[in-house]
């Protein structure tokens, strides 16, 4: 089955500056790719997604890069908040069966002041 | 507009007992997913339910069942608990186009804590 690896697990930068999530997957056949913030107590919340049709995605601060061949994804937060601070995750799957997502293990950004 | 919801939000159990779990979708979908997350982890899929029938299932023992009913709600039922079976229950909503979940990308709600000692 999907194998997601994302890295780094914790992260800390500051109040202003970039931060950036990887992931690599596995199954070539992934061709959904969604990026989900998980606050303390709350559900995971999706924040950008991006298809395999598309290299690039960008939705203000937020920016999410896909390079199929080598089956790795990158999220991009620029200009970074304290309330960007949570924990990002990772998934793949599939348009047909979107349902079915593949989490990465998530990693924890704490944006200081 | 309502968001999916969940209940209860913290659940003891213990060893052996059963347990369920209710959901309602956000309003306008039809298709009810539920995940388990682990301290620490991502979540895993469990189960999807569409049209009251399960389509997919995860890596999950037979212990985990569920049911979807007419107003798209659902309820996972977890028997024979384990002290493994700690962790957050998170159900997921979505909309079924026709051909696929192209447009429509899943929903969580804030998750059922489940503790079993």
């Known amino acids: 089955g999907e194998n997601v690896e994302q890295h780094p697990s914790t992260l800390s930068v500051q109040e202003g500056d970039s931060a950036v999530i990887k992931c690599t997957y596995s199954d070539s056949a992934s061709n959904y790719f969604p990026w989900y913030k998980q606050e303390l107590g709350k559900g995971p919340q999706l924040i950008i997604d991006?298809?395999?049709?598309?290299g690039e995605k960008k939705d203000q601060r937020i920016a999410v890069t896909l390079n199929k061949t080598a089956k790795h994804f990158s999220l991009h937060i620029t200009e970074t908040q304290p309330e960007d601070s949570a924990v990002y995750f990772c998934?793949?799957?599939?348009?047909?069966?979107?349902?079915?997502?593949?989490f990465g293990t998530g990693t924890r950004l704490q944006v200081t002041l | 507009d309502a968001g999916v919801t969940q209940s209860p939000t913290h659940l003891i159990k213990t060893r052996g007992q059963q347990v369920t779990l209710r959901c309602s979708p956000k309003?306008?979908?039809?298709?009810v997913s539920w995940y388990q997350q682990a301290l620490g982890q991502g979540p895993q899929f469990i189960f999807q339910?569409?049209?009251?029938?399960?389509?997919q299932r995860g890596n999950f023992p037979d212990r985990f069942s569920g049911h979807q009913f007419p107003n798209y709600s659902s309820e996972l039922n977890v028997n024979a608990l384990l002290l493994g079976d700690s962790a957050l229950y998170l159900c997921?909503?979505?909309?079924?186009?026709?051909?696929?979940?192209?447009?429509?990308?899943?929903?969580f709600g804030n998750g059922t804590r489940l503790t079993v000692t």
């Open positions: 991006i298809r395999s049709n598309v």
């Open positions: 309003s306008g979908h039809d298709t």
């Open positions: 998934a793949t799957g599939y348009t047909g069966t979107a349902s079915k997502l593949t």
């Open positions: 997921a909503s979505s909309l079924w186009t026709g051909r696929s979940f192209y447009n429509s990308p899943l929903h």
């Open positions: 339910y569409y049209e009251e029938e399960e389509r």
